[in-house]
T-cell receptor
Framework: KQEVTQIPAALSVPEGENLVLNCSFTDSAIYNLQWFRQDPGKGLTSLLLIQSSQREQTSGRLNASLDKSSGRSTLYIAASQPGDSATYLCAVPLMDSSYKLIFGSGTRLLVRP | NAGVTQTPKFRVLKTGQSMTLLCAQDMNHEYMYWYRQDPGMGLRLIHYSVGEGTTAKGEVPDGYNVSRLKKQNFLLGLESAAPSQTSVYFC?????????????FGEGSRLTVL
């Protein structure tokens, strides 16, 4: 059974710091892994999607890496800003016809000015 | 460029009342999903659809029904609302290409059952 874990559950850093969010999954047979951002009271916004054949994806100050063999992904945020404050979730789809996503519980990030 | 639109955004119901949440997507996606999000429980899948006219149960389907009569719409119904169904409901859609498709979410519908 696929399980997705995110550590830490919460993180508070000063503005400008580089930071890493962690995501681990128990079944390494995945199609892809997706990182989302959720602002309070809002829906989820897709940040990055890494295919199983890829090692990393970059979008602006965000870089996501994937190590299938160890069941881990990291989201690196460079030069953090107060606007980056949000909850970050990772998710992987089940390897069946449903393409259902299994979500981690998220990391709540606060970037202090 | 609307993406995934949910209506209503907020609703308060009394126990036993019924209601329907509407999800509409304009991206011609095959797959559509209804999730609920509760504090400490994360996102849990209620029902999903892999194409027009199809529906299937997710993790927590009890007390909900769904219909996908048109490809662009996915309806979630509560037949007899209970306080345990107080939650934020999210609809999502994804293109058919399994393994490459991103999931796109609506803004959510906040439901309170008194």
């Amino acid at each position: 059974k696929q399980e997705v874990t995110q550590i830490p559950a919460a993180l508070s850093v000063p503005e400008g710091e580089n930071l890493v969010l962690n995501c681990s999954f128990t079944d390494s047979a995945i199609y892809n892994l997706q990182w989302f951002r959720q602002d309070p009271g809002k829906g989820l916004t897709s940040l990055l999607l890494i295919q199983s054949s890829q090692r990393e994806q970059t979008s602006g100050r965000l870089n996501a890496s994937l190590d299938k063999s160890s069941g881990r992904s990291t989201l690196y945020i460079a030069a953090s800003q107060p606007g980056d404050s949000a909850t970050y979730l990772c998710a992987v789809p089940l390897m069946d016809s449903s393409y259902k996503l299994i979500f981690g519980s998220g990391t709540r990030l606060l970037v202090r000015p | 460029n609307a993406g995934v639109t949910q209506t209503p955004k907020f609703r308060v119901l009394k126990t036993g009342q019924s209601m329907t949440l509407l999800c509409a997507q304009d991206m011609n996606h095959e797959y559509m999903y209804w999730y609920r999000q509760d504090p400490g429980m994360g996102l849990r899948l209620i029902h999903y659809s892999v194409g027009e006219g199809t529906t299937a149960k997710g993790e927590v389907p009890d007390g909900y029904n769904v219909s996908r009569l048109k490809k662009q719409n996915f309806l979630l119904g509560l037949e007899s609302a209970a306080p345990s169904q107080t939650s934020v409901y999210f609809c999502a859609s994804s293109p058919r290409e399994r393994g490459t498709g991103e999931l796109f979410f609506g803004e959510g519908s906040r439901l309170t059952v008194l």
